[in-house]
């Protein structure tokens, strides 16, 4: 009996690893800020833009996910032929919006993550003194894009798949769901990994984000 639980109980464990690993097959691993790309002299800029973008989020507890969008500020990058050279993105962190709920839930959300309320300010972005972030291209490789991403002033490199396409005077980059884990970026509120916080009620250190570009000539 002892011998058939032991080998149930390891069976349970790797088809949890099993699932663990599928769904986050895109898990960043944050490293140091690198050298960003630069342009050859025959690259072409595209514009990005702003209201066509956007960046989806997903924030999770144990008991709920909460999902939303962030918007671009500004952004541009240097296309030579079809191959991406280069680039910047200014991400708006004032413009977080809350998907999942609704009046006041979703405003009190917003508000908590943008840190526009007292003695909550720095819980998440501090968005009163660091209102945006920023998405420094350092290179793309075998459909991956890598870039130097600032978020409250601490700097990390991240890589994630991207699919780039282009039709007639517009480029398109799409990438596909990626996490990042927010505590690289000393974002700790709430996370289980830094806190004695009962397992239910610890929030997730992952962000599952996907990112929709759309520039042009």
Not at 37 to 60: K, L, P, Q, R
Not at 111 to 131: I, K
Not at 165 to 184: A, H, P, Q, V
Request: net charge negative; aromatic share 8%; glycine share 6%.
């Amino acid at each position: 009996m002892k011998t058939s639980f032991i080998k149930f109980a390891s069976l349970a464990l790797l088809l949890v690893g099993a699932v663990a690993c599928k769904e986050n097959k895109n898990e960043v691993d944050a490293t140091e800020e690198k050298e960003v790309a630069e342009a050859t002299v025959e690259a072409v800029t595209y514009t990005i833009d702003t209201e066509a973008s956007n960046i989806a989020w997903v924030g999770s507890k144990p008991t709920e996910d909460h999902t939303g969008n962030i918007s671009l500020k500004s952004g541009m990058v240097k296309v030579n032929g079809e191959t991406l050279e280069s680039g910047e993105f200014v991400i708006d962190m004032t413009s977080i919006e809350v998907t999942d709920l609704e009046g006041d839930k979703a405003a009190s959300l917003k508000a908590h993550l943008e840190g526009t309320v007292e003695d909550q300010q720095t819980d998440f972005f501090n968005t009163p003194e660091y209102p945006t972030a920023k998405f420094v291209v350092t290179g793309i490789e075998d459909s991956t894009l890598s870039g130097n991403l600032t978020l409250k002033d601490v700097t990390k490199n991240v890589s994630f798949p991207v699919t780039v396409k282009y039709e007639g005077d517009k480029m398109m980059l799409d990438s596909e769901e990626f996490t990042i884990n927010r505590t690289d970026w000393g974002i700790k509120y709430g996370s289980g990994t830094f806190f004695d916080i009962a397992a239910n009620k610890a929030i997730s250190d992952d962000i599952k984000l996907t990112v929709n570009l759309v520039g042009t000539k």
